[in-house]
C-alpha cells in the first residue's frame, strides 16, 4: 500500500489542493487548503479519509486560505511551511483583502518544518525541503516511495514561480530548483500549486527557465 492522492482545485486561482492519504491506514492530509472548505469536506467524507493534519507549502492565501477553518473544523494540527514563512502568514488578512478572498485572521502553524525533517501520514513518510525565492519559508514535500513531490509554487510545468514578491528572488529560487528538486531524480512526477502535473525530467529537458541546456 502507497500514498493515495486527489487533487482538489480551490479558490478562483485554481490552486491544487491535494488530499493525499496512507493506503493501508485510510489516514491522511489536506495539503494547501487555500479556499472552499465546503468542498474539501465533501472530499474528506466521500474519500472516508480519517483527515489528521493540514500540510502547508508556503503562505499565500491562495494555498493557507483555509487553514485554520479546516483545522479548527476537524481539531487537527497546522503543519509547516518553514518559519521564514512567518513573512507571509502574519498578513494573510491584508493579502486576503488584497486578493479578493474572505477575511482570514494571522495564522501561526502548530508545528514549523525544516529542511531534512520529515512529516508522517499513517505509515508513508514525506520528506521536507527548504526551496525559498517564490516565498522565504517555502517547502517542498517529498514521498520517496511513489517518487512523488508536493511543491507548491516552486516550479510548474513550463514554468517557475513568481519572483517579484517582497522577499521574492530570481537566483535563489533557480538555486533551490536546481540544486534540490533536480536531485530528486528525473522519474519524479510532481504536483505544482497550480496547473498539470509534470516530471523533474520533463522539466529539466524544457523547462524555458531552467533547464539543463540553459546552464550549459
Ligand atoms: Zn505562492
Ligand atoms: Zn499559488
Redesign the pocket.
Known sequence: MTLNFTLIPVTH?Q?NCSLIWCGATGKGAVVDP?GDLPILLRHIEEQQIVVEQVLLTHG?M??AGAARSLADRLQIPIVGPHREEAFWLDILPQQAQMMGFPSVPPLTPDRWLDEGETVTVGEQTLEVFHCPGHTPGHIVFFHRASDTAWV??VLFAGSI?RTDFPRGDFDTLVQSIRGKLWSLGDQVRFIP??GPMSTIGNERRSNPFVADKRFG
Do not use: I, W
Request: proline share 0%; hydrophobic share 0%.
Open positions: 486561482y490552486q487555500g499565500h491562495d494555498h507548491g509554487d514561480g500549486g497550480h
